[in-house]
């Protein structure tokens, strides 16, 4: 259900904390754009590859009396007709092409985006699945857009296509304003973007309900891999008349879902009436700002211990 606008303050090593920018929910799906990447074609790899799905085969590989092969996924979706002759088909393994299968070494299909590895036929759908090359999803929750591609092509996409806010610095003082905070069950911000130590950081901002009781949740997704995230920290801050909720922690790799950190309540949680106490006035209006401050550790050669670098 998309929801009126929401205010967003955000300002972050120079940005205006007074500019006022208006945030809408977006439902609209967004088809991917992002060039594909094939592996290199040879004459037996193509034989290799499914006429129904168009991906490589893997055993048992199915073929009609006539010698047309196909895939066990695809088996069932034919309904048991072959593909390009229209037989009947039975239950024939095609035991000669599993056995040149086996003598295969390719590349990586992500050869193109850098991935440098060779690998046995039946050995590279495994790597595939957990390449550090493989394009990223794209990190805006909420809009269901099924775009991926590397991480500049998602900078860019954000911007271009989504509108999402774009700041560069470490610091950030973040505000969510709307006037029935109950009336935004289940509902997710625009993300915002930040650019900082030559990386780019994702601050999301929920309302869901955690178990009976209705909360607002604050974290930060890397762009980047999870091993690159850990070199990162991040902390969260909400506060008002005396008092305040702080939160530290490692930022998630985009590698993971939102709904996945969000599930896993991996960062700052705020009750609503908490929320409202920090919003003052009549409690009715949700006015919550949030304050943040990202951080690269460094190792210390001498002593062999991380020690924050901050930026400046």
Known sequence: MELDSIECVSSSDGIDEEEIHQHHFSSKPHTNIFSSVVSPATSVHELLECPVCT??????????????TLCSTCKTRV????PTCRQELGDIRCLALEKVAESLELPCKYCSLGCPEIFPYYSKLKHEAQC???????????SECSVVGDIPFLV???RDYHKVDMHTGCTFNHRYVKSNPREVDNATWMLTVFNCFGQYFCLHFEAFQLGMAP???AFLRFMGDENDSRNYSYSLEVGANGRKLTWEGTPRS??????????????????RNMALFFSGGDRKELKLRVTGRIWKEQQNSDAGVCIPNLCS
């Open 55 to 68: 991906n490589s085969m893997y055993p048992p590989i199915h073929q009609c009396h006539n010698g047309h």
């Open 79 to 82: 309904h048991n007709r072959c």
């Open 132 to 142: 550090n090359f493989r394009p990223y999803n794209c990190p805006c929750a909420g």
């Open 156 to 158: 860019s996409h954000l």
């Open 215 to 217: 909360v607002y949740m």
């Open 254 to 271: 985009i590698r993971d879902s939102h709904r996945k950190v969000r599930d896993s309540h991996d960062g700052l949680i705020i009750q």
